[in-house]
């Protein structure tokens, strides 16, 4: 069992920045990839952002390619989502994930999930 919390949402206005962040506890944090996924209300959750258990290999959405950056902290079994330039689009739910598997991107690649922390960006 792996256990997630996020922290670090809030309100911010376009333009701004956020860093969310993800503390893990349980089994191995090193063995897992880390993902970051986020939903809007009415719509269906999404791929943002993930990183290799190694940290060597990153992986971003198109809509925040450039924007937003991932990285992780094995030492301190963390994993960070630094959002610049923020959009009202980016507003929603945001949540991590640890996986064990091949692909990064879908919702069915993780196993264990936090509860969330809300970004809201004000235009």
């Known amino acids: 069992q792996v256990q997630l919390v996020e922290s670090g949402g809030g309100l911010v206005q376009a333009g701004g920045s956020l860093r969310l962040s993800c503390a893990a506890s349980?089994?191995?944090?090193?063995?897992?990839?880390m993902g970051w996924f986020r939903q809007a209300p009415g719509k269906e959750r999404e791929f943002v952002a993930a990183?290799?258990?190694?940290?060597?290999?990153?992986d971003y959405a198109d809509s925040v390619k450039g924007r937003f950056t991932i990285s992780r902290n094995n030492a301190e079994n963390t994993v960070a989502l630094q959002m610049d330039s923020l959009k009202p689009e980016d507003t929603a739910v945001y949540y991590c994930?640890?996986?064990?598997?091949?692909?990064?991107?879908?919702?069915?690649?993780?196993?264990?999930w936090g509860q969330g922390t809300q970004v809201t960006v004000s235009s």
């Open positions: 994930a640890a996986g064990y598997g091949v692909g990064l991107r879908r919702v069915d690649d993780y196993d264990y």
């Open positions: 349980g089994r191995a944090f090193s063995n897992y990839d």
């Open positions: 990183i290799r258990r190694s940290g060597s290999s990153l």
